[in-house]
């Protein structure tokens, strides 16, 4: 399923196993293996049409670290719905911020995250995507 959601992404590779199991997959996110992950799917009936996944990275910041919506359910809202529920997760379990990083060309996932109160919060690098936009959504009112 990642093939078919990242591979309408230019400039996007689907990470093999040993990427998503290494220590640090970003150089300024890491990748905490023992963390607890929030998993959230989207499902038509019982086929999977969509997911998002984070993890607390300190006690006040959550990190989306993967998101997808298969194609042909694209434009549907399912996207904000899954954010919603992520931003729902950060919030429960106590943080006031939810960060991200994402492709500059992504404009689908940028313009979407934008409309649901994220900001750009710089640029960062990742060895294996290249520069990265950085966005930041405050948890509090």
Excluded at 117 to 126: E, I, K, T
Aim: net charge positive.
């Amino acid at each position: 399923m990642q093939r078919e959601v990242f591979a309408i992404i230019p400039g996007a590779r689907v990470a093999s196993q040993s990427t998503a199991k290494s220590e640090v997959t970003h150089r300024y996110i890491h990748f905490d293996p023992d963390a607890q992950k929030v998993r959230i799917g989207a499902f038509d009936a019982v086929q999977l049409v969509g997911w998002s996944i984070g993890w607390q990275l300190t006690p006040e910041r959550f990190y989306m670290s993967n998101s997808g919506v298969v194609a042909r359910y694209q434009r549907r809202g399912i996207y904000s719905h899954l954010v919603a529920q992520m931003l729902d997760a950060a919030a429960a379990m106590g943080c006031s911020e939810v960060v991200s990083q994402h492709l500059p060309d992504n404009r689908a996932v940028l313009e979407a995250k934008a409309k649901l109160g994220f900001v750009r919060d710089g640029f960062c690098f990742s060895d294996e995507f290249g520069e990265m936009v950085r966005l930041r959504h405050s948890l509090r009112t």
